[in-house]
């Protein structure tokens, strides 16, 4: 009620930060209904690659901006869901299914919104390893129950599948007078993860390490605000967690991207760590491996055992992190952490990154 347009927002959480996006999404974006657009809350950009014929659910997917979108670059024969906690949302996001799809010209709709919790989904009908990939745009944080969500989450994935969701996440556990602060919790803070509990619970649950996409700073304009909370610092960052059992085949390997994913014929954007060229080897962790050998991306890529030097713990791939000096004098905006020998990434949009390579 009180948030009725992106305007309303106190904070930046819920402001995507600017990327260049593939042209077919920029197209399908621009698409968009405007009453659906601008009530748009999102902290990220959930748009993965190789999407043609997926099924996709959307984890608190609001008026439907990035279903939408979505519904889109998946094809007539894919199909997205979105599931939202909030009768209005849902309500506003239904509203408009054929004007998109007579926009996008399909005879029949591949979306649908469905009225339900994250912690359940059961409950809305989902079944087990019935979609290829989950997506989430700032909601996770709002669930009081984040392991449940990631959970359900893990269990409606096809084996190979992917969450692939951004959020917001703070540099410590957070004390109660945040917590419960009814703006805080509003405008994705209050709620926020100590970025190291994502890491176990995803490993709890069963997913592989989450890999970091991106990460900008998040901002707070009201210094009511942020005398509440203090010197807690908070990020808003895209990860992407992946449902695939570890191959056993051990030691490092040598990738090779063969250009085939439309919208990424010259080079596929991994993570922050790992950028792959079309026809360029690229040594990767076992890890990363398995996940490209047991993920959609497996046809895309050459996976063979290498031989030289193993790449940097994490992944990180020297010619792609952009990394500070040791002595530089921003510190990582997670953590706090600075000076020799700790270094920080930066994230895609010039911005540290919630990740430190020591």
Request: include cysteine.
């Amino acid at each position: 009620a009180v948030l009725q347009r992106s305007a309303d927002l106190q904070t930046n959480a819920c402001v995507t930060c600017p990327r260049p996006l593939p042209a077919a999404a920029q197209a399908a974006l621009e698409c968009v209904h405007e009453d659906v657009a601008s009530r748009y809350y999102g902290c990220g950009l959930v748009i993965p690659e190789r999407l043609e014929g997926s099924r996709i659910l959307d984890l608190g997917s609001g008026s439907g901006r990035d279903c939408y979108v979505l519904s889109k670059l998946v094809g007539e024969g894919g199909h997205v869901t979105g599931v939202d906690m909030t009768a209005a949302q849902v309500a506003v996001a239904r509203k408009h299914i054929d004007y998109h799809m007579e926009k996008f010209g399909y005879r029949t709709p591949n979306v649908e919104f469905l009225q339900g919790y994250l912690e359940s989904l059961g409950d809305a009908g989902l079944r087990d390893e019935s979609y290829d990939i989950v997506v989430s745009n700032c909601v996770v944080n709002l669930s009081p129950d984040k392991r449940a969500v990631l959970q359900e989450a893990f269990r409606v994935l096809k084996p190979g599948g992917e969450m692939y969701f951004s959020d917001v996440y703070g540099s410590q556990d957070l004390p109660a007078d945040v917590r419960k602060h009814r703006v805080l919790w509003g405008e994705c803070l209050g709620g926020a993860l100590w970025w190291k509990d994502l890491y176990r619970i995803a490993r709890d649950v069963g997913f592989r390490p989450p890999r970091l996409v991106t990460a900008s700073p998040i901002t707070i304009d009201s210094r009511a605000l942020e005398s509440v909370v203090g010197h807690c610092r908070f990020v808003s960052a895209t990860f992407r967690l992946f449902k695939v059992p570890p191959a056993g085949a051990g030691g490092r390997c040598q990738a090779v991207y063969d250009g085939g994913i439309p919208g990424h014929e010259q080079e596929l954007v991994l993570d922050a760590n790992f950028t792959f060229k079309a026809g360029e080897p690229v040594v990767v962790d076992e890890d990363t491996a398995d996940i490209l050998r047991g993920s959609r991306f497996a046809q895309a890529f050459q996976v063979r055992p290498a031989s030289g030097q193993t790449p940097a713990a994490g992944g990180c791939c020297p010619g792609k992190a952009q990394v500070g000096a040791p002595d530089s004098p921003r510190s990582c905006p997670l953590n706090g952490c600075r000076g020799p020998p700790q270094r920080w990434l930066r994230g895609r949009c010039g911005e540290p990154a919630p990740q430190c390579v020591w």
